[in-house]
């Protein structure tokens, strides 16, 4: 058995509003809230607007460290992210519940066409609006140096490039430290 709910009549809703109109309440105006936060200043947004139109524009071409890099451990886990992302963001990143959808492997390419597939990625990627990607990198130990060179360049050469919000080591799945998520910059459509 269900009860229905107290339906007002038409002297309880008239009793309601006198109330409300005696104790000194007013329609709103407007139906919505007032979050307390100043508004942004349009001429800081115009010119960060300016500096990404100009970002996209630029020849990305060789603008990855090609000089020496900091050496990481062939088991060191890799983090980056910019300073204003998300800490949702970077934590469901770094538990690879952010879905990537290409995967590039760098495994058998030299320094330089591993950069420079690198990069050809990265603007593809972008290109087609890609949010995340996958980078593996490997552990390997290069043949004339004393510590993972892919790995490392690969982390140095992230960290420069324009487009990339975040970065970190993937899950086991997905390659453990020989892997990173890449988290990709917004564009607009």
């Known amino acids: ?5 107290h339906q007002p009549d038409d002297d309880d809703i008239s009793a309601f509003r006198q ?3 005696a104790a000194g309440v007013r329609r709103i105006d ?3 809230a007032d979050p307390g936060k100043p508004k942004r200043n349009t001429a800081n947004q115009a010119v960060r607007r300016q500096a990404a139109v100009e970002s996209q524009s630029l020849q990305t071409t060789g603008r990855t460290s090609d000089g020496r890099v900091e050496a990481v451990r062939p088991s060191e886990y890799l983090e980056f992210s910019v300073p204003d992302l998300p800490w949702r963001t970077l934590s469901q990143l770094k538990r690879g519940q952010t879905a ?3 995967g590039l492997d760098l495994h058998g390419y030299t320094l330089e066409e591993a950069r420079a597939q690198l990069e050809s990625f990265l603007r593809d990627a972008a290109a087609q609006y890609m ?11 290069g043949t004339t140096a004393d510590y993972p060179v892919l790995k490392s360049h690969t982390n140095a050469w ?13 899950i086991e799945i997905d390659g453990g430290t020989g892997a ?6 917004k564009s607009g459509r």
């Open 1 to 5: 058995m269900t009860r229905r709910p």
């Open 19 to 21: 109330a409300l109109e």
């Open 30 to 32: 407007r139906n919505q």
């Open 100 to 102: 990537w959808q290409a």
């Open 131 to 141: 949010r995340c990607v996958l980078i593996v990198h490997g552990k390997a130990w």
């Open 158 to 170: 992230l960290r420069e490039w324009p487009g990339v919000l975040a970065f970190c080591s993937a």
């Open 180 to 185: 990173v998520y890449v988290l990709l910059r």
